[in-house]
């Protein structure tokens, strides 16, 4: 019985052994580049959200404390074509769609006060200032008396304390609101300038730690 021949039938030509033996085997050379992997990309396009929401924060944050006044005549426009876009789609709903007859006239009534509030908030930037001050302040006020009734009547609701206490303060901010829409609109518009600047500013440094952390990361990963 004859043993078959190892060698191979094809000519020394064909041999590229010898080319394979040349490369060495761990030359950088001829290492295939790194793709880039999803984890590297997430956290480099992470750092650059976080960076540029730090940025407008700042900047608008800026522009609140230098210019209040224009800040609020802004922010009472928008509460006016806020309030003009509600009552639209309200009086819509009132007379396009199959509810009751009281669901219509509360909504139509709802709607067209909206509107006149609305069309008297472009009166003057004071008109809409008392409009967006009162606004808030009854929201305040309806939200504190809910969270505090709510509280008081869930013994088992957690941090139950906190959550009265948290009621109690956002009532008494609606009745001070109310009480004096000009100047605590004011107070509300330097606290929120601050606010911002002081959200832009630790932002801006978390992009900053978060893109040290993400050149720290392997390509591939």
Not at 4 to 32: I, L, N, V
Not at 87 to 109: D, E
Not at 165 to 171: D, E, M, Q, R
């Amino acid at each position: 019985m004859t043993e078959a021949s190892s060698g191979s039938s094809w000519g020394p030509e064909f041999d590229d052994r010898r080319a394979h033996a040349t490369r060495p085997p761990h030359d950088d050379r001829y290492r295939e580049p790194d793709l880039e992997g999803p984890l590297h990309a997430l956290s480099k396009a992470a750092w650059q959200v976080v960076l540029l929401t730090g940025v407008a924060s700042l900047i608008l944050g800026v522009l609140v404390l230098v210019w209040p006044g224009a800040s609020l005549f802004a922010a009472g426009i928008l509460f006016g074509i806020y309030l003009l876009i509600s009552g639209v789609f309200q009086l819509v709903s009132a007379f396009g769609t199959h509810k009751a007859t009281s669901l219509r006239v509360l909504a139509f009534i709802s709607g067209a006060l909206s509107i006149v509030l609305g069309l008297f908030c472009f009166r003057g930037p004071m008109q809409s200032i008392l409009l967006l001050a009162l606004w808030i302040g009854i929201g305040w006020l309806i939200r504190g008396i809910t969270q505090t009734l709510a509280a008081a009547s869930d013994k088992n609701m957690p941090a139950r304390g906190w959550q009265i206490f948290l009621g109690v303060v956002t009532f008494v901010a609606g009745i001070v609101l109310i009480d004096s829409p000009f100047r605590s609109v004011a107070v509300l518009t330097l606290v929120g300038g601050i606010w911002l600047v002081a959200v832009g500013v630790v932002e801006i440094i978390t992009a900053i730690r978060m893109r040290g952390r993400a050149q720290q990361l392997p390509t591939s990963a």
